[in-house]
């Protein structure tokens, strides 16, 4: 093709792959141009065709500079939060960007040892290859699943209807097809072949719409006003011992300020080891919100039942009398370097450089009953948790409403806190429940079963938001199916078998 020898010049081809490298974080919160992900792939693979020789590690900067666009606000927690001297700060920033790129680079190699037609391997092989990296990333080294592809399509694309069904991976395989389709229109020399692409592409989206439409869950009757306290207390100030008494009068006041039957504190609301807090102290806490009618659930550090840790919990204050042990969801997916120490032997030096308290958490456990707050059985997770998705289906399914609570100070005034709205409308998307945020700094929001913001409050503000919602009841198709791990299980088996079909054939 005639524009193959003008994309094949290097003063064409880097710029333009740079290019579509830098606008990959539109195509997510919070700009939500889910359409721009499928055209930027098509674009990547269109100049994969011009220069193949090139093909790996052109796409190894493509995602090097894609990620690291789209993370860039680490820099923000690692320098301007922790106090690491920005020499350090910067190489530390790049890690991540550049351990993530290494999935798409390896996608893209694997994708050559197919012996198939291009055809099959950009509309079939490519979607399955990447969706099955993207399962790996989020699991290897502890997981982080940030950035994955399926999340730029919630909750305002038609793919985002396939949430339910298989959960964010499928989300994401459809995404990828999607811009493997577009690209092969361009690229295929066949019209038979053009045709097929382009009824799949319509298709795929048209049965997302369809799905999208679909109630696999039920309101099961009950309904219940929430308030979502939103502090805003700088991380500078969050551990100051000067600052105590003004942070808990700031959260006191927020509770005497509503009415509503569930009030909820943000992720370390109170900056104390609850078992080193006077208990009359505490017990203000629970007799307001007892006075106005609330149940409390606040977010607040305590010491593990044998004393040797510590945990990243949520307490239910007003679940039973003062004095008792109360019920509480406990962290149980850490943040590494954040929660805990990787490898301390090799990387504790760095923590001399950074003011991070709490830096070594121990987990609540993978098994943990919702929390009863007033009429609802509220599934609770802390922080980025709500980032994986597979790990929230056992509480998801005893539960009738979601909660996350998070303190995103740590990440100044980017865009870190919507993109991590957008994965609480992912999980309340694929089990089909309310999702309720309380953070310190935003997003704090009420999401609906459909991943909807039906309210959100204005980040780096004080303020409470109150709202209604509906308890749910049931299982969406990605609960039944328990995890991911059945289409991951079946895309290696496709994949298998044209790996093997195409061997034979040559």
């Given at each position: 093709?005639?524009?193959?020898?003008?994309?094949?010049?290097?003063?064409?081809?880097?710029?333009?792959?740079?290019?579509?490298?830098?606008?990959?974080?539109?195509?997510?919160?919070?700009?939500?141009?889910?359409?721009?992900?499928?055209?930027?792939?098509?674009?990547?693979?269109?100049?994969?065709?011009?220069?193949?020789?090139?093909?790996?590690?052109?796409?190894?900067?493509?995602?090097?500079?894609?990620?690291?666009?789209?993370?860039?606000?680490?820099?923000?927690?690692?320098?301007?939060?922790?106090?690491?001297?920005?020499?350090?700060?910067?190489?530390?920033?790049?890690?991540?960007?550049?351990?993530?790129?290494?999935?798409?680079?390896?996608?893209?190699?694997?994708?050559?040892?197919?012996?198939?037609?291009?055809?099959?391997?950009?509309?079939?092989?490519?979607?399955?290859?990447?969706?099955?990296?993207?399962?790996?990333?989020?699991?290897?080294?502890?997981?982080?699943?940030?950035?994955?592809?399926?999340?730029?399509?919630?909750?305002?694309?038609?793919?985002?209807?396939?949430?339910?069904?298989?959960?964010?991976?499928?989300?994401?395989?459809?995404?990828?097809?999607?811009?493997?389709?577009?690209?092969?229109?361009?690229?295929?020399?066949?019209?038979?072949?053009?045709?097929?692409?382009?009824?799949?592409?319509?298709?795929?989206?048209?049965?997302?719409?369809?799905?999208?439409?679909?109630?696999?869950?039920?309101?099961?009757?009950?309904?219940?006003?929430?308030?979502?306290?939103?502090?805003?207390?700088?991380?500078?100030?969050?551990?100051?011992?000067?600052?105590?008494?003004?942070?808990?009068?700031r959260y006191l006041d927020q509770i005497a300020s509503t009415h509503a039957s569930i009030?909820?504190?943000?992720?370390?609301?109170?900056?104390?080891?609850?078992?080193?807090?006077?208990?009359?102290?505490?017990?203000?806490?629970?007799?307001?919100?007892?006075?106005?009618?609330?149940?409390?659930?606040?977010?607040?550090?305590?010491?593990?039942?044998?004393?040797?840790?510590?945990?990243?919990?949520?307490?239910?204050?007003?679940?039973?009398?003062?004095?008792a042990r109360l019920p509480y969801y406990a962290k149980n997916h850490l943040v590494p370097?954040?929660?805990?120490?990787?490898?301390?032997?090799?990387?504790?030096?760095?923590?001399?450089?950074?003011?991070?308290?709490?830096?070594?958490?121990?987990?609540?456990?993978?098994?943990?009953?919702?929390?009863?707050?007033?009429?609802?059985?509220?599934?609770?997770?802390?922080?980025?948790?709500?980032?994986?998705?597979?790990?929230?289906?056992?509480?998801?399914?005893?539960?009738?409403?979601?909660?996350?609570?998070?303190?995103?100070?740590?990440?100044?005034?980017?865009?870190?806190?919507?993109?991590?709205?957008?994965?609480?409308?992912?999980?309340?998307?694929?089990?089909?429940?309310?999702?309720?945020?309380?953070?310190?700094?935003?997003?704090?929001?009420?999401?609906?079963?459909?991943?909807?913001?039906?309210?959100?409050?204005?980040?780096?503000?004080?303020?409470?938001?109150?709202?209604?919602?509906?308890?749910?009841?049931?299982?969406?198709?990605?609960?039944?199916?328990?995890?991911?791990?059945?289409?991951?299980?079946?895309?290696?088996?496709?994949?298998?078998?044209?790996?093997?079909?195409?061997?034979?054939?040559?």
């Amino acid at each position: 093709m005639k524009y193959h020898a003008v994309l094949a010049r290097a003063w064409v081809y880097w710029p333009l792959l740079l290019l579509s490298a830098t606008l990959v974080p539109f195509a997510f919160a919070p700009y939500y141009h889910y359409w721009l992900l499928p055209v930027l792939l098509a674009v990547l693979l269109i100049l994969q065709t011009a220069r193949p020789q090139w093909r790996i590690r052109s796409v190894y900067l493509w995602a090097l500079t894609a990620y690291t666009v789209l993370l860039h606000w680490i820099d923000i927690a690692l320098h301007d939060i922790a106090g690491l001297p920005q020499f350090l700060a910067w190489p530390l920033t790049m890690l991540l960007p550049a351990y993530l790129a290494i999935y798409p680079a390896l996608v893209f190699w694997l994708l050559g040892k197919f012996s198939c037609s291009n055809t099959i391997r950009h509309t079939v092989v490519l979607p399955l290859l990447w969706t099955l990296a993207e399962f790996a990333r989020e699991r290897a080294l502890t997981g982080f699943g940030w950035g994955i592809w399926g999340y730029s399509q919630i909750a305002d694309s038609a793919l985002a209807g396939f949430a339910p069904v298989g959960g964010i991976f499928l989300v994401t395989l459809a995404t990828v097809a999607s811009g493997a389709w577009l690209a092969e229109l361009l690229l295929a020399k066949r019209n038979k072949i053009r045709i097929g692409c382009g009824v799949s592409l319509i298709s795929v989206w048209l049965l997302g719409i369809i799905l999208s439409q679909c109630n696999f869950t039920q309101a099961d009757g009950t309904h219940a006003t929430v308030a979502l306290a939103q502090g805003n207390i700088p991380q500078s100030l969050k551990w100051d011992d000067r600052s105590l008494q003004p942070t808990l009068q700031r959260y006191l006041d927020q509770i005497a300020s509503t009415h509503a039957s569930i009030v909820i504190l943000p992720e370390t609301a109170i900056p104390v080891m609850r078992q080193d807090m006077p208990p009359e102290q505490l017990d203000l806490f629970t007799r307001l919100a007892r006075k106005h009618g609330s149940a409390l659930a606040a977010g607040i550090p305590q010491y593990t039942e044998d004393g040797t840790g510590y945990l990243n919990a949520v307490v239910n204050f007003t679940a039973s009398p003062s004095g008792a042990r109360l019920p509480y969801y406990a962290k149980n997916h850490l943040v590494p370097f954040g929660e805990y120490i990787p490898l301390p032997l090799l990387l504790g030096w760095l923590y001399r450089w950074m003011d991070m308290p709490l830096a070594g958490f121990s987990r609540g456990g993978s098994v943990q009953a919702p929390l009863e707050l007033a009429n609802q059985r509220v599934a609770f997770n802390i922080c980025y948790e709500d980032g994986f998705g597979d790990e929230l289906i056992a509480a998801a399914s005893q539960a009738s409403l979601l909660a996350n609570v998070s303190n995103m100070a740590w990440y100044g005034h980017s865009h870190a806190m919507e993109q991590h709205l957008q994965q609480s409308q992912a999980r309340a998307l694929e089990t089909g429940r309310y999702m309720v945020r309380a953070t310190n700094t935003g997003m704090t929001a009420i999401i609906n079963p459909k991943g909807q913001v039906v309210a959100y409050l204005k980040p780096d503000t004080a303020a409470v938001l109150e709202g209604e919602i509906a308890g749910y009841q049931g299982s969406t198709p990605y609960m039944w199916l328990g995890s991911s791990w059945p289409l991951a299980f079946i895309s290696l088996f496709l994949l298998f078998i044209i790996y093997v079909y195409g061997r034979y054939r040559h």
